[in-house]
């Protein structure tokens, strides 16, 4: 969780014509609400602004690495459905997990409507404004809704999750009112470095190909073809010092990342993303270094109804330190989802087998258990 040295600031996408309210604030996205000692940008004091060149922010230098932690895909469904009676208190178990960090982001995976008219799909996830107070309740500080159940029900819900992500007491990213929107990042400035969060979908499914965000119609930020995303996270590597891409990607239960995941995050990362996650197949994916940058192709299910089989509440929260712009070191905390669809800490010796799980799932992936051995005399860059 942003704690205590932290200004919040969003960047234009290229192009943009959108981000036209005062600093700080994304079109339609009110600030979020800052953590004791912070300061959301256009709230109370003025924001940092990033560096053009990506240097670290003028306003300090920078102290000590950062932190950001990643959970996998949300909803309110079924069981879980309840607890947005109590939406501030809802996820208090997912805190330990998810405050500490400097950021936390994961994918909520619902149209935030209670109207509208239910797509031609197999299957419809809602919720109400709720939803995100309690993802604030557990420590997120960012989430995407660039994935294939933002607008389950047309484009009046989509109007009112547009609503509700101005309203909203976390950022919101990967969805907008026009493309502009829909590919800024969200910028967090933590101990003097600026963090950037783009969100985006590769599915070429019916939320995409009906509701992908154009330069004059709201939907969500799409990754098929690729190129609008690359040039968006090119636009931001010359602004920010860290850039993060969370992608909606890859063929569900799949426990191997698909060629197409994998020429996607080679691609990002030659763009200049320094971290890329994932989550869609709702299962675990592999995770490690691509050259100097991280990748974890998907997270799997987190807060999600139930469904029993070990692979898919099989969870965790991925927790990544970074000096600069390297990914030094990645935690892993295993996690099981119970009957109640909330994740929770598990035994030892289970912790210990699903840890071995994580560490045995890069295997299929083509990614380093370690990073790359830093640069003699390189203090900032990743390469």
Same mark, same amino acid.
């Given at each position: ?115 509208? &008219? ?25 989430? &995407? ?239």
């Amino acid at each position: 969780m942003i704690a205590g040295l932290v200004t919040l600031t969003v960047l234009a996408a290229p192009g943009s014509a959108s981000n036209d309210s005062r600093d700080g604030e994304v079109r339609g996205l009110t600030p979020a609400t800052p953590s004791a000692g912070s300061t959301a940008a256009g709230g109370q004091a003025s924001p940092e602004s990033p560096s053009p060149s990506g240097a670290p922010s003028p306003s300090g230098a920078p102290s000590g690495p950062i932190t950001l932690a990643f959970g996998g895909d949300v909803h309110f469904e079924a069981q879980l459905t309840s607890l947005l009676d109590h939406p501030d208190d809802a996820l208090a178990a997912l805190r330990p997990y998810l405050a500490s960090a400097d950021v936390a982001m994961v994918n909520l995976e619902t149209a935030i409507t209670g109207r509208g &008219t239910p797509q031609p799909k197999e299957y419809h996830f809602r919720t109400s404004p709720a939803a995100l107070r309690a993802v604030a309740g557990a420590g997120v500080d960012v989430v &995407t809704m660039a994935n294939n159940h933002a607008v389950d029900f047309g484009p009046g819900g989509l109007a009112d999750t547009l609503a509700a992500r101005r309203a909203s007491p976390v950022r919101v990213v990967g969805i907008g009112e026009n493309a502009a929107d829909a590919y800024s990042p969200a910028i967090f400035t933590v101990r003097g470095r600026t963090v950037a969060i783009l969100g985006a979908s590769q599915l070429a499914d019916w939320t995409l190909q009906h509701f992908a965000a154009t330069g004059d119609r709201p939907g969500i930020a799409g990754a098929q073809p690729l190129e609008p995303l690359l040039a968006a996270v090119r636009a931001t590597r010359r602004q920010a010092d860290v850039v993060v891409v969370y992608l909606h990607w890859g063929v569900e239960r799949m426990e191997c990342p698909e060629e197409q995941q994998r020429g996607a995050a080679r691609s990002l990362v030659d763009a200049g993303a320094d971290v890329v996650v994932g989550a869609h197949p709702h299962v675990l994916q592999g995770a490690g270094w691509l050259g100097g940058a991280f990748v974890a192709y998907s997270l799997g299910n987190f807060v999600w109804y139930n469904h029993g089989s070990e692979a898919s509440t099989s969870t965790g929260v991925l927790t990544l330190t970074l000096d600069g712009r390297r990914v030094t070191a990645s935690t892993w905390t295993p996690l099981r989802i119970g009957a109640d669809g909330i994740p929770r800490a598990l035994h030892d010796a289970e912790r210990a087998r699903m840890a071995r799980a994580w560490e045995r799932s890069r295997t299929c992936t083509a990614l380093a258990a370690t990073p790359p051995p830093r640069p003699a005399g390189d203090h900032e860059s990743r390469r």
